[in-house]
């Protein structure tokens, strides 16, 4: 939970009150003492009245600077007493004109006003109204009847201003019409600026992106009352997609987040129209949506073309959705969703709310990102460093340790079989070492190829593993250079370094062929060797191989993420053959 608002504290509002409360009293009795209330008698009990009221309002004034509070039972009776302090003192001081106290009223508006805003207030002017109307029935019992109903015959008593009474009643009605308007949009702006600050300030450098948006689900879960939220992020390059959905648990009110890369054939469940602006929908009875844009003053029915924004299915099912978009510039697009929106504001008064606050925090989002980046970068340039002096440093002492047996081997002239045997051994092992740090070596160091010479990259991998392990490899691509972004091409060529590692490993094999070809809208990469192959027989595709645990775990999750498909063919004993394919890009 965040800390008060500072600006507009509850404590902070009734001590406030206290104090305005403690000179209204003082000064009018101070004004009382400079010129009577006529007749004296009354002018007595004002005095009084005023005398007991200026108590009351030290008092709970040195209270609440001692402990300040903002129980409803404080705040309500204080407001009680105000009320009913200023009818009484207008009772006291009426006259045929009315009373020179009825300005209290604005006082008691006020404080309505800055505790409660626009329904606190009109109930205050309600309850004046009623009051005013008690107190002319009280004191012309028959007057009041007469007016109200035209039965001029049962003027009693002195005559009565019926139209000051009415005068009074609209003054208390528009001025606490006008004084909870302009507490409520004061309200409004200050949660929007207290909420807007919140959320920037979670965006700390060492948080990144996911600590910022976390923050950004939080303050704006808190700030409209909600239980659920979800915010989804589109990169530009390569066309991933997050979610990460913030829900509310009732014990001890946390927050519970799940953040989690959405795969390709889920995508389009998550995805609003890139050029739709904020939007408001609202669940009808039928199950369909009624949704609107700021632009547009009412909810239209959602149908084809009509509405301005498709309520994305993933979060089909929930009563109220506000949406609103955030940029990352050329990086990337992102979707703020608040589901189960409730609350005296309108949906347009909340989606606009929405909007300023998404808009306001999107620099810092934006900023976090680029911080993300920036170490992504600096950990693959680190990872480059370490494989250049895992390269000129234990894997050339392995090289020349492995030369030197080599070396000792040939020139035994006749020593032991035990000793041949244990050198062969060694030596085995020491080029299994310059092999693993070699494969370790080409996992950890940056890959970044241009997709058109995807061709020449996996051809130079294939040349590579053959001079290191002696295992004969042949490559071969047919068809255009594939059309695949970025990203794809960085996780095809690991997809192939993983199965040559697997194949110099677990095949025993004396040959492996990889090919690539690009045909009708998609790419294939295919690695057969000529092994032991898998613990199976037959062809199976991704989905068998899951449910039976087999095949490489590493190759199947790469390609679950791409969108692909897996499809591995084995006969134990004869080899193996495994086939990649991705979707390329259109156009």
Not at 221 to 245: D, K, L, Q
Not at 370 to 376: D, K, W
């Amino acid at each position: 939970m965040h800390a008060p608002d500072v600006f507009d504290a509850p404590e902070r509002r009734e001590q406030v009150i206290a104090t305005g409360r403690v000179f209204l009293a003082g000064s009018a009795l101070f004004a009382t003492y400079l010129e009577p209330v006529q007749p004296l008698q009354s002018s007595i009990l004002i005095e009084g009245l005023l005398v007991v009221y200026l108590i009351v309002s030290l008092v709970l004034w040195l209270a609440l600077r001692a402990r300040p509070t903002s129980e409803p039972a404080v705040c309500i009776g204080a407001h009680t007493a105000d009320l009913l302090c200023t009818t009484a003192l207008t009772v006291l001081s009426h006259t045929a004109e009315g009373s020179v106290f009825f300005l209290f009223f604005t006082f008691v508006l006020l404080a309505a006003a800055y505790r409660w805003g626009l329904k606190g207030t009109l109930i205050t002017a309600e309850a004046g109204v009623v009051l005013l109307a008690g107190e002319a029935y009280a004191l012309h019992p028959a007057s009041l009847p007469a007016r109200l109903f035209g039965n001029a015959g049962l003027l009693m008593g002195p005559q009565f201003a019926f139209g000051h009474l009415v005068v009074r009643c609209v003054y208390l009605v528009l001025v606490g019409l006008l004084l909870g308007y302009l507490a409520e949009g004061e309200k409004a702006l200050q949660t929007e600026a207290a909420a807007t600050a919140r959320v920037v300030a979670k965006a700390q450098l060492g948080g990144g992106i996911e600590s910022t948006l976390e923050g950004m689900l939080n303050e704006l879960m808190s700030t409209f009352g909600v239980v659920y939220a979800t915010i989804v992020v589109e990169e530009t390059e390569g066309g991933r997609m997050y979610v990460w959905e913030a829900r509310r648990l009732a014990r001890g009110n946390r927050l519970h987040l799940t953040a989690r890369p959405i795969v390709p054939e889920e995508q389009a469940d998550y995805r609003s129209p890139r050029e739709a602006g904020p939007w408001f929908a609202r669940r009808t009875r039928s199950g369909t949506y009624r949704v609107a844009d700021l632009g547009h003053a009412q909810l239209r029915e959602h149908s084809a073309g009509a509405a301005p924004a498709a309520v994305p299915p993933a979060l089909a099912g929930c009563t109220t959705v506000l949406a609103a978009p955030f940029g990352l510039r050329e990086q990337g697009q992102g979707w703020v969703y608040v589901l189960g929106v409730k609350g005296r504001l309108t949906w347009k008064k909340k989606l606009a709310l929405l909007h300023r606050i998404v808009g306001a925090a999107a620099p810092a989002a934006y900023n976090a990102y680029l911080v993300g980046r920036l170490r992504s970068q600096i950990g693959a340039q680190e990872r480059g460093r370490v494989a250049r002096e895992l390269h000129d440093g234990p894997i050339q002492s392995l090289v020349a340790a492995e030369l030197e047996m080599n070396v000792l081997r040939r020139q035994r002239a006749a020593g032991p079989a035990e000793l041949a045997g244990q050198l062969d051994s060694l030596e085995r092992l020491v080029h299994d070492q310059v092999l693993n740090l070699r494969d370790l070596m080409e996992k950890i160091r940056p890959i970044d190829p241009d997709p058109r010479r995807l061709p020449e990259f996996l051809a130079e991998q294939v040349e590579k593993f053959q001079r290191e392990t002696g295992i004969t490899a042949a490559f071969a691509a047919d068809g255009p250079p594939p059309n695949l972004t970025g990203r794809s091409s960085r996780e095809l060529i690991r997809i192939a370094q993983e199965l040559l590692f697997n194949v110099r490993r677990h095949s025993a094999a004396r040959r492996v062929d990889v090919s690539l070809r690009s045909s009708n809208g998609s790419c294939t990469l295919q690695v057969a060797d000529d092994g032991r192959g898998f613990d199976f027989d037959g062809r199976y595709n991704q989905k068998a191989l899951e449910g039976m645990r087999k095949g490489p775990r590493v190759v199947q999750e790469r390609v679950r993420l791409l969108g692909g498909t897996l499809a591995i063919e084995s006969h134990p004993g004869e080899g193996a053959r495994v086939e990649v394919t991705l979707p390329q890009r259109k156009g």
